[in-house]
């Protein structure tokens, strides 16, 4: 066969080993080029993917202008080296032939830019077992996926340094977070979260840094910043790609600093705050457009975990389903069979996020609740089509019963947009009153055992005592 750099393989291309036995651990080796000279090991235990790129951040620096900032990354999957070109602007190429996402077993090689990658398979590396656990704190999951970042975890929760939590809406990045601060010794500290995405651009100068009185309209009287309330805990800045660009180097100074200037005031304010900050964007093509400091980012992402999404966390959609049915309080017994295998079937685009939606919806309208929308399961020889799960009437309602909340709103006659509404409406208010009243009105203990960050508690706790 002949190979042509011009050749495109369409979805990716999957190398089967012909005699090479499966493997765990992988040299990448430039071996030609401008970038000559430097190397990584990928391995099972690898905490995430091995990024390779011209960007001082990745993994493994190729120092060369045709070469993206972040061009490929590898990962190790069934005994085999996963490649994926992650958006390059000049492409990957295995063996002379384009590829977007490819399976090598070692002996390959990759070209990017104008350097050259050998990949070699080392036989007999065999890597330290994943702990058997599946979880840390409340950021649950027992794939994989998720054991290979727990021993990373654990160290950078004894440690001070900022951390950049990357991946999907939805992932569990807020979970992380607070799961960092509950786990490090600034845990008796506070813990503060500021969201680019939900504050006005003109107003988030102020919540970051704080203002004096008379600093602007409506600036009745002085406020601290959230820094200062950080002060000697956690600050979270979440979806910091969503940063005004002007904001970004006031920022960086007070990291640099580890001090803050009020709008409106002229004296520095010393603040001791361990940093963590998480986006769904790719930062490193925000810095290559320009809508992103690379100073800013060099300095908050001295660390970086990248939370997988759900579709690649193999096993994780059971756990996480029954652990959801269990704090929503959910019938004893856990989520139906049925359910659980429409669970699996889904792809999940909104990640976790999205299937505790999904199992509150159930639990509170039972037969009401929508049937997934998305990628459904394959019928089975039994039934032939996909599982639905209906939740039975209890044994004494009768049809028309009021004592029963979904017959009586049935019986209202409501459009099914507005009917559902009331419903979640109604079980959101009794959910979180009976677990404020069985925490004694304390917000983190309930917003713990439901399961949210406290920010995402606030806001349910805010939509229902605000609806008429």
């Not at 979806?239 to 002229?266: F, H």
Request: net charge neutral.
């Amino acid at each position: 066969m002949v190979h042509d750099e011009d050749n495109t393989l369409q979805g990716s291309l999957a190398r089967r080993p012909s005699a090479r036995p499966p493997a765990d651990t992988f040299h990448i080796r430039v071996i030609d080029g401008p970038g000559a000279g430097v190397e990584a090991v990928v391995s099972e235990s690898t905490p995430s993917r091995v990024f390779v790129g011209s960007s001082r951040a990745c993994e493994l620096v190729v120092t060369d202008r045709r070469v993206s900032r972040r061009h490929l990354s590898a990962s190790v999957a069934r005994g085999a080296l996963l490649v994926t070109d992650v958006g390059s602007t000049n492409g990957t190429f295995v063996n002379g032939v384009r590829i977007g996402e490819a399976m090598l077993s070692g002996g390959e090689t990759v070209r990017i830019g104008d350097s050259v990658i050998v990949v070699e398979a080392v036989s007999g590396a065999r890597q330290a077992s994943l702990p058997p656990i599946e979880g840390f704190g409340r950021l649950l999951g027992g794939s994989v996926a998720m054991r290979k970042l727990y021993p990373l975890l654990d160290r950078l929760a004894q440690s001070d340094v900022p951390v950049l939590v990357e991946g999907e809406t939805g992932t569990g990045k807020e979970v992380l977070a607070e799961a960092l601060h509950e786990r490090s010794a600034r845990a008796g500290g506070p813990y503060e979260v500021l969201d680019c995405t939900a504050i006005p651009p003109n107003l988030i100068e102020s919540v970051l840094f704080g203002h004096e009185k008379g600093a602007f309209t409506g600036a009745v009287s002085a406020r601290p910043g959230v820094f200062e309330l950080a002060h000697g805990g956690t600050l979270l800045i979440d979806e910091i790609g969503d940063l005004d660009p002007s904001l970004q180097p006031k920022l960086l100074r007070a990291i640099e600093r580890s001090s803050v200037q009020r709008v409106g005031g002229t004296k520095w304010i010393q603040v001791d705050v361990r940093l963590i900050c998480a986006t769904r964007r790719d930062l490193e093509q925000e810095i290559a457009t320009g809508r992103f400091r690379d100073d800013l980012f060099y300095r908050m992402a001295v660390a970086r975990v990248e939370l997988p999404p759900l579709r690649a966390r193999a096993g994780d959609i059971a756990l996480l389903a029954r652990a959801f049915w269990e704090r929503l309080g959910g019938p004893a017994g856990g989520p139906p069979e049925e359910l659980l295998r429409e669970l699996e079937g889904a792809d999940w685009p909104g990640n976790v996020r999205e299937l505790y939606n999904v199992v509150a919806q159930r639990l509170a309208l039972g037969d009401l609740a929508p049937t997934s929308t998305r990628k459904p399961p394959a019928p089975t020889a039994e039934s032939g089509t996909s599982y639905r799960y209906t939740r039975p009437p209890p044994a004494d309602a009768k049809a028309g019963d009021d004592a029963d909340p979904i017959e009586a709103l049935l019986a209202r006659d409501m459009p099914y947009t507005k009917a559902r509404e009331v419903l979640v409406a109604e079980f959101t208010k009794r959910y979180l009153e009976r677990l404020l009243k069985r925490h004694g009105g304390n917000i983190s203990r309930a917003a713990q055992e439901a399961g949210v960050a406290r920010r995402h508690f606030y806001t349910l706790l805010e939509r229902t005592t605000s609806e008429p």
